[in-house]
Nanobody, 128 residues
Framework: EVQLVESGGGLVQPGGSLRLSCAAS????????MGWFRQAPGKEREGVAI????????YYYDSVKGRFTISRDNAKNTLYLQMSSLKPEDTAMYYC?????????????????????WGQGTQVTVSS
């Protein structure tokens, strides 16, 4: 059984920082592209960041560029999202996801990611 379990969410003040983690099990984590997504109440889910299987390549969506950093530790089967300079508009449920398909990174860079495993999410609230 594939499992993705997020942690690290919480309440933080504007301008603050938070680090999310996603523990993966049940599939070949190290050969999968991984990503972070978020969904705010009343809004569609949006991409945050994607990372290649080896971790050497990353992609950030415009809203978080320069503020968030995605990374992974394949020895620990864990994905991370370091969030800095947080804004109230970053408030959302954050989900990690895995794309275990062949050539996942090529497809992701073509704008055709196909994430087939999802976690349950962790809530991030940015408020004073």
């Amino acid at each position: 059984e594939v499992q993705l379990v997020e942690s690290g969410g919480g309440l933080v003040q504007p301008g603050g920082s938070l680090r999310l983690s996603c523990a993966a099990s049940g599939y070949i984590y190290s050969s999968s592209c991984m990503g972070w997504f978020r969904q705010a109440p009343g809004k569609e889910r949006e991409g945050v960041a994607i990372i290649s299987p080896g971790g050497s390549s990353t992609y950030y969506y415009d809203s978080v560029k320069g503020r968030f950093t995605i990374s992974r530790d394949n020895a620990k089967n864990t994905l991370y999202l370091q969030m800095s300079s947080l804004k109230p508009e970053d408030t959302a449920m954050y989900y990690c996801a895995a794309d275990s398909h062949f050539n996942c990174w090529v497809k992701a860079r073509l704008g055709l990611p196909d994430f087939n495993y999802w976690g349950q999410g962790t809530q991030v609230t940015v408020s004073s």
